[in-house]
């Protein structure tokens, strides 16, 4: 994508459709990787990451680093805010969820 393209898609359009587009890209967003991480889950509580063969002697942690080039830190914090903390990390987004719950604890 270029700033030409950009431009013709733009140039002539509100700057409030503008934004509420931009706004439906960061709830899409968030959904799509609310649903990536409890695929995550899912697989690191069952245990199925080890049928790919690739990784049938592998840990969790170096399976979703190989495969999806996510650090096991980052996923768990985002585990944690998505599963404990639902609503507010759909309202405040998972960084400062995640702020609070290392700084304050569960409370």
């Known amino acids: 994508m ?13 700057i409030s459709t503008i ?3 931009a706004d439906a890209c960061i709830v899409n967003h968030l959904t799509a990787r ?3 991480i409890g695929i995550l889950f899912y697989l690191e509580r069952t245990k199925r990451f080890k ?3 690739t990784f049938k002697d592998a840990t969790f942690g170096q399976y979703i680093s190989d495969r999806f080039h996510l650090l096991y830190g980052t996923y768990h914090r985002e585990r944690r805010a998505f599963f404990s903390f639902p609503h507010e990390a759909e309202k405040h987004g998972v960084g400062v969820v995640s702020k609070a719950i290392t700084r304050c604890g569960p409370m």
């Open 2 to 14: 270029h700033i030409r393209e950009l431009k013709k898609q733009f140039d002539t359009t509100a």
């Open 19 to 21: 934004e509420k587009e």
């Open 34 to 36: 609310k649903e990536f």
């Open 51 to 53: 049928e790919n063969k």
